[in-house]
């Protein structure tokens, strides 16, 4: 069957070379209600369906026209479906990575070191806490008390973090560009897809490429060193939520260590603590410095995320200043669409994946 190839346009600093579309013979479906145009400008695609009559068959048989459409399609379809099956990137270098098939990471050295880093500081707070502040103490009710609401919240920042940087933030498949996939979209007159120049992907609206994940991420706010790992649509609540618990057992940790040192004042240093005065001085100053930086800087985090999704704005929308060209959301939709439908407690919970999924439109379409 005659089908109408991709009218393909490059434009570079210094030239621009335009060929008009030729008909080849295929055997692949055509674009439901017209054909794929593919224009290329400074190594990113966009793919616009045009109909008949803006076909111009003044430049069939054109050599130029062969070779460029050919030279796409070819480099498109050598790309493969699916990367992330081991537990290494293609190249050896940072990258997204399914670990088994099933479990997301990123391997990024900044990133496992900024993640570590964060646990060991947990793990500070948690030994100096209880055995420091708490135990021993004058009252075992009070200290029993804190050290639950303490161990409480610090057990649910963890397993927050574990889940924003071992969730899929909302990774684009890999290499998805090419012919039949894009006719496969049925794609009518005037809709447009674009190709990522930097994965080979059909990138999704509200979509940005995380150069260190190498992915186009669906709704990407940012890259988070802290979670290594992108702030998506897939895993955004999770980062939420381990930005608000770990201000909440940074404010605790302030709070007991500001009522233990007044304590301590009023008493023999050597009857607070197991271990001695200038040791304990120390390590509640430590905990003071790092309660205080991780409460406002956890604190801001979490404001601003809350403020954009209530807004429906990612953080690299804003930095860019972008018009939505999306039809934005209400704030409790907003909000319901990141944390899941119907409010429960399960929206302050690590454990539940919210379906982000339900009544979205088609994730390639873009409004023109």
Same mark, same amino acid.
């Given at each position: 069957?005659?089908?109408?190839? &991709?009218?393909?346009?490059?434009?570079?600093?210094?030239?621009?070379?335009?060929?008009?579309?030729?008909?080849?013979? @295929?055997?692949?479906?055509?674009?439901?209600?017209?054909?794929?145009?593919?224009?290329?400008?400074?190594?990113?695609?966009?793919? @616009?369906?045009?109909?008949?009559?803006?076909?111009?068959?003044?430049?069939?048989?054109?050599?130029?026209?062969?070779?460029? @459409?050919?030279?796409?399609?070819?480099?498109?379809?050598?790309?493969?479906?699916?990367?992330?099956?081991?537990?290494?990137?293609?190249?050896?270098?940072?990258?997204?990575?399914?670990?088994?098939?099933?479990?997301?990471?990123?391997?990024?050295?900044?990133?496992?070191?900024?993640?570590?880093?964060?646990?060991?500081?947990?793990?500070?707070?948690?030994?100096?806490?209880?055995?420091?502040?708490?135990?021993?103490?004058?009252?075992?009710?009070?200290?029993?008390?804190?050290?639950?609401?303490?161990?409480?919240?610090?057990?649910?920042?963890?397993?927050?973090?574990?889940?924003?940087?071992?969730?899929? &933030?909302?990774?684009?498949?890999?290499?998805?560009?090419?012919?039949?996939?894009?006719?496969?979209?049925?794609?009518?007159?005037?809709?447009?897809?674009?190709?990522?120049?930097?994965?080979?992907?059909?990138?999704?609206?509200?979509?940005?490429?995380?150069?260190?994940?190498?992915?186009?991420?669906?709704?990407?706010?940012?890259?988070?060193?802290?979670?290594?790992?992108?702030?998506?649509?897939?895993?955004?609540?999770?980062?939420?939520?381990?930005?608000?618990?770990?201000?909440?057992?940074?404010?605790?940790?302030?709070?007991?260590?500001?009522?233990?040192?007044? /304590?301590?004042?009023?008493?023999?240093?050597?009857?607070?603590?197991?271990?001695? &005065?200038?040791?304990?001085?120390?390590?509640?100053?430590?905990?003071?410095?790092?309660?205080?930086?991780?409460?406002?800087?956890?604190?801001?985090?979490?404001?601003?995320?809350?403020?954009?999704?209530?807004?429906?704005?990612?953080?690299?929308?804003?930095?860019?200043?972008?018009?939505?060209?999306?039809?934005?959301? /209400?704030?409790?939709?907003?909000?319901?669409?990141?944390?899941?439908?119907?409010?429960?407690?399960?929206?302050?919970?690590?454990?539940?994946?919210?379906?982000?999924?339900?009544?979205?439109? &088609?994730?390639?379409?873009?409004?023109?």
């Amino acid at each position: 069957m005659n089908a109408v190839a &991709p009218a393909v346009s490059l434009e570079g600093d210094d030239q621009e070379i335009t060929t008009a579309t030729t008909r080849l013979t @295929t055997n692949h479906q055509h674009a439901a209600n017209g054909h794929t145009a593919v224009n290329v400008a400074n190594g990113h695609s966009a793919i @616009t369906v045009v109909s008949d009559d803006e076909q111009s068959p003044s430049s069939e048989g054109n050599p130029v026209t062969h070779a460029l @459409t050919n030279a796409y399609c070819d480099s498109v379809e050598k790309l493969p479906q699916v990367i992330e099956v081991s537990g290494r990137s293609r190249d050896g270098g940072p990258g997204s990575v399914m670990l088994g098939g099933k479990v997301w990471f990123v391997k990024d050295g900044c990133g496992v070191t900024c993640a570590v880093f964060t646990y060991l500081l947990v793990l500070y707070a948690e030994f100096v806490v209880m055995g420091v502040i708490l135990f021993p103490s004058n009252s075992l009710v009070y200290s029993i008390i804190n050290a639950v609401i303490f161990n409480f919240f610090a057990f649910l920042a963890v397993a927050s973090h574990v889940k924003a940087m071992l969730t899929d &933030p909302g990774a684009v498949p890999k290499g998805n560009a090419t012919k039949e996939y894009i006719e496969g979209l049925g794609l009518k007159p005037g809709q447009v897809v674009y190709k990522c120049s930097k994965c080979s992907s059909i990138t999704p609206e509200r979509a940005h490429h995380c150069s260190v994940c190498r992915r186009c991420i669906r709704k990407m706010d940012h890259h988070c060193p802290w979670v290594n790992n992108c702030v998506g649509e897939g895993n955004q609540k999770f980062f939420v939520l381990f930005t608000m618990y770990i201000a909440i057992i940074s404010l605790h940790a302030l709070i007991m260590a500001g009522i233990k040192f007044f /304590g301590c004042m009023d008493s023999q240093w050597e009857e607070c603590s197991r271990f001695s &005065p200038p040791a304990t001085i120390i390590m509640m100053i430590f905990l003071v410095f790092e309660g205080l930086l991780f409460a406002i800087f956890t604190a801001v985090m979490c404001g601003t995320q809350l403020h954009g999704i209530c807004n429906d704005e990612t953080g690299i929308e804003q930095l860019k200043k972008e018009s939505p060209s999306w039809e934005k959301k /209400g704030k409790w939709m907003s909000i319901k669409a990141v944390f899941g439908h119907d409010f429960s407690l399960a929206w302050f919970s690590p454990f539940n994946q919210p379906d982000i999924n339900s009544g979205k439109s &088609p994730p390639y379409l873009y409004h023109v």
